[in-house]
């Protein structure tokens, strides 16, 4: 069904219809577009890519590219007849990027530019161009604007589909064939355009901070590198300390694939990762390495990371020795000098790391364990405490009889510290003062309750003065109050390690009486429990008999 007729009143203004992905063009885009056709119509054979190839097709047949530049070349011949132009740009039959120049062409002939079409590509970028015709927007937009050296490029998008290579920089526009040929000036074009600063000597870039003899080599350098081996060989090297600095919304490695079609680096370079810990090597982490370089270069891997992973990667294949943080040790020995913790923290660790030497196994810097493919003990963790942690349920036991600990006593320990771990540096502070507490009990003919009487009494509260000390042995000294001889042994003890002052109301004073008469000798066993722990020379056991025949003790010494 037809539509109401529509009626013009008069004096009305007719109404511009405008199409969709057009705009009205401002002045400087006007000027850019003027300038750009005036060009394209002056010099437009100079604008078209440069063949370099030399070589033939089988059976004597003309490569495609030049195919469509002899055909480019005969429409500039028409590029003032506007006639010719016209049927050309709106052909059936044809090159899609002879009519899409066609168009061009015609566009450069218009007086004023007004109207103009609006093209965005995600990679190559943005940019205004002048319809005419019925050639690719794309092909259009790509001839009009020659000056962006990746949008001049999508006109031969097709020709790249089938294998023949295109590479654009400010110095030139070259179709290389079907082999990937690097044209010279391209490369250091294209790396002076990068977020990256280079330094270049001969036919090697490289960050500052970098060796250029070591890239030559492959060897390492500063805090290692990221090295892209080009096929003309040229070395381009970029250090790990700027890689993970580096900021935009676009990678280098894409940067650089849009001045070439088809966008697909690896058909001219080959990554490399170089990066070993010190005094170690990489062997055994190249599988590893070329993941995450296919991952950076397919850009499913942020660049920021890459220097990261790649550490992971080779310190996670070492097959041997020690590695802590990102240092690569022979021996235990050197590796736990790293650690951060006490002496006798670090004596344990190095302990257990023995033990646990080539079982494949990294402690996290949370001092969690997981498996590593190759041999080598890895350690993330700063601190002897989250190693120690890690390690203690395989290697604590052994470790802690390796001390000198009895096993028994060792199962004792490790079993508490499974259940309730403490910090290891109070842990060991324990252990080692039980230690000592039983290298002074050693050192006492007799164990505490092996002598009966005001004796053993005595002697009991000397070994527990002096081995866990006075404080605590006064306090029992003052709760034993049974039977006369009792007391009597607790005044004499108190008195000779000088802590009766202003007791005497606890006591009685038969004991105090009884006590004083036995303080002198109980004075000599204090002073022999005194030497002993000295580490002098002295009867103990002389002295415990002088006290017995003071106290009247008819019970012998065992």
Not at 88 to 107: E, F, H, Q, V, W
Not at 164 to 173: A, K
Not at 272 to 291: F, H, K, N, V
């Amino acid at each position: 069904m037809a539509g109401p007729s529509k009626v013009e009143f008069p004096g009305q203004k007719r109404q511009r219809m405008r199409m969709r992905g057009t705009k009205q063009a401002n002045l400087e885009t006007q000027k850019k577009l003027r300038k750009n056709l005036d060009k394209l119509l002056s010099e437009g054979e100079t604008l078209l890519p440069a063949m370099s190839w030399t070589g033939k097709l089988r059976w004597g047949r003309t490569d495609p590219v030049t195919k469509t530049l002899v055909d480019l070349r005969k429409i500039f011949a028409k590029r003032h007849d506007r006639k010719w132009l016209a049927k050309r740009m709106m052909a059936k039959r044809g090159d899609d990027i002879g009519k899409a120049l066609a168009g061009s062409l015609m566009a450069a002939h218009d007086e004023e530019i007004s109207i103009v079409g609006n093209y965005s590509h995600q990679s190559f970028g943005n940019a205004s161009y002048v319809r005419r015709g019925d050639g690719k927007v794309a092909y259009q937009a790509g001839l009009q604007n020659h000056q962006m050296t990746t949008l001049r490029m999508l006109p031969w998008e097709d020709h790249a589909r089938k294998g023949y290579f295109f590479f654009s920089w400010r110095g030139g526009f070259v179709c290389s064939g079907p082999v990937p040929t690097i044209p010279e000036g391209w490369l250091g074009d294209v790396l002076s355009r990068s977020r990256f600063n280079f330094n270049n000597i001969g036919t090697v870039w490289a960050t500052d901070g970098l060796d250029v003899d070591k890239i030559s080599e492959n060897e390492m350098s500063g805090s290692g590198y990221l090295l892209l081996n080009f096929i003309d060989g040229s070395k381009v090297a970029i250090g790990f300390d700027k890689l993970e600095k580096a900021k935009g919304k676009n990678s280098f490695i894409h940067d650089l694939a849009l001045s070439m079609l088809p966008p697909n680096l690896s058909t001219v370079m080959e990554p490399d990762a170089i990066w070993y810990p010190e005094g170690g090597d990489r062997d055994g982490s190249r599988e590893a390495l070329d993941r995450i370089l296919d991952a950076w270069m397919g850009l499913t891997l942020n660049e920021g990371s890459l220097s990261k992973r790649v550490k992971v990667a080779v310190l996670h294949h070492i097959d041997d020795g020690f590695v802590v943080g990102e240092r690569w040790f022979p021996t235990a020995d050197e590796a736990v000098g790293e650690l951060n913790g006490s002496a006798s923290e670090k004596d344990l660790a190095l302990t257990l790391m023995r033990s646990a030497a080539g079982s494949g196994i990294r402690i996290s810097q949370r001092g969690e364990v997981h498996e590593r493919e190759g041999t080598a003990l890895e350690i993330s963790a700063t601190s002897c405490n989250d190693v120690l942690s890690a390690l203690w349920q395989e290697h604590g036991l052994s470790g802690l009889i390796e001390m000198g600990i009895e096993e028994e006593e060792a199962e004792d320990l490790w079993s508490a510290q499974c259940n309730k771990k403490r910090a290891f540096g109070k842990f060991l502070k324990d252990i080692e003062s039980q230690r000592a507490k039983a290298d002074i009990i050693q050192k006492f003919p007799y164990r505490r309750g092996k002598v009966s009487g005001p004796v053993g009494m005595i002697h009991d509260l000397t070994m527990m003065g002096l081995v866990e000390g006075l404080g605590k042995a006064e306090k029992s000294a003052l709760s034993k109050k049974d039977g006369i001889d009792g007391q009597a042994a607790s005044w004499a003890w108190l008195m000779a390690a000088g802590k009766s002052n202003g007791q005497e109301w606890q006591f009685s004073s038969d004991a105090r009486d009884r006590g004083g008469a036995w303080s002198h000798a109980a004075s000599n066993v204090w002073k022999a429990g005194k030497t002993l722990v000295d580490g002098g020379e002295v009867d103990y056991r002389e002295a415990l008999e002088s006290l017995r025949r003071a106290c009247g003790q008819i019970d012998e010494l065992p």
